[in-house]
């Protein structure tokens, strides 16, 4: 009944701060990734996509002639989607509503 109690977090450990927990090792290769000018990159995508966006971060991380032809193929074919700021949006519904 005292498990009952508690909780989904039952018998858990305490939340640790982020970064509390990772090895000297994970530690040493993120600064190795810095150092090397590249960031890490967390993304979603559909299985059958996944191998061939891991080839195009290969190519692009090494940063030589194919890189480069690559992330310029990539920049004309791929259009920057980026919308409006939620607060430009905002304006322009305002803006709609005032006609």
């Known amino acids: ?3 009952e109690l508690r909780g989904h977090g ?5 939340h640790q701060a982020p970064g509390a927990v990772m090895s000297g090792s994970l530690r040493a290769h993120r600064q190795r990734l810095i150092e090397a000018g590249l960031r890490r990159l ?4 559909r299985p ?3 191998q061939l966006i891991r080839h195009l ?4 991380a090494r940063d030589d002639r194919e890189g480069a032809r690559l992330r310029k193929a990539l ?3 791929v259009p920057d989607r980026k919308g409006p700021s939620f607060k430009e ?3 322009s519904a305002d803006d709609s509503d005032e006609e």
């Open 42 to 45: 967390e993304v979603h995508a």
């Open 57 to 60: 971060a290969r190519s692009l």
């Open 48 to 50: 059958a996509d996944a």
């Open 10 to 14: 039952a018998g858990r450990r305490h």
């Open 75 to 77: 920049e004309a074919l």
């Open 1 to 3: 009944m005292a498990d």
């Open 89 to 91: 949006w905002q304006a």
